[in-house]
């Protein structure tokens, strides 16, 4: 079965600094990877998700990642934090035609001022 | 647009009592999800419903039941809760029709249950 870890659980960065949160994954096949965000007390939203093709993909909120197959890695990244980013981050994963998408334990930003 | 609403937002519930979370979402999307979020341990998928009159399970199935009498609505039951079920329940729907393999979930807002 696929998993996802998110070796940090808290992550504090000053705001304008850049940020890089880290996500592996292990799964036989190549996979389908999302980043999601969930802000207090809210639902998730997507960020960015990569299925094929161009390894660096760019989502909403100024928000990159990059495919690593030699790494299993699917690592999301920022140049310049500001103090809205201050959320929980999910790293998921799923296979092709298949409903059960794995989340990461997640990753909790503080943004100091 | 609403999207995906949820209901309740909270609960306290004794343990041993039945319990139906209500989720309803109106963007026609055929696929519907149904997770446990817990401290430490992320989302975990409880059940899936592919289209209407499908169900399946997910990671963490055991105590919950769901149906899908139609697209829109997606009701998970607890038919004895249990202490254990104490979490944050968040429904999700995707569209899975347009070919691209594997889409975008929605999510609700949540509902957070006390089991005691």
């Known amino acids: 079965a696929q998993s996802v870890t998110q070796p940090d659980i808290h992550i504090t960065v000053s705001e304008g600094a850049s940020l890089e949160l880290r996500c592996n994954y292990s799964?036989?096949?190549?996979?389908?990877l999302f980043w999601y965000v969930q802000s207090p007390g809210q639902g998730l939203q997507l960020l960015l998700k990569?299925?094929?093709?161009?390894?660096l993909v760019q989502g909403i909120k100024g928000f990159e990642a990059e495919f690593k197959r030699s790494q299993s890695s699917f690592n999301l990244r920022k140049p310049s934090v500001h103090w809205s980013d201050a959320a929980e981050y999910f790293c998921a994963v799923v296979r092709y035609n298949n409903n059960d998408m794995r989340f990461g334990a997640g990753t909790r930003l503080t943004v100091k001022p | 647009i609403a999207g995906i609403t949820q209901a309740p937002t909270s609960q306290i519930l004794a343990a041993g009592r039945r319990m139906t979370l209500r989720c309803t979402q109106d963007m026609r999307h055929n696929a519907m999800y149904w997770y446990r979020q817990d401290l430490g341990l992320g989302l975990r998928l409880i059940h899936y419903s592919n289209t209407a009159g499908t169900t399946g399970k997910g990671e963490v199935p055991d105590g919950y039941s769901v149906s899908r009498a139609n697209t829109d609505d997606f009701p998970l039951t607890l038919a004895s809760a249990v202490p254990s079920q104490t979490s944050v329940y968040f429904c999700?729907?995707?569209?899975?029709?347009?070919?691209?393999?594997?889409?975008?979930?929605?999510f609700g807002p949540g509902t957070r249950l006390t089991v005691l």
């Open positions: 990569y299925f094929s093709g161009d390894t």
């Open positions: 999700a729907s995707s569209d899975q029709a347009s070919g691209v393999g594997y889409n975008e979930q929605f």
């Open positions: 799964y036989g096949a190549t996979p389908y």
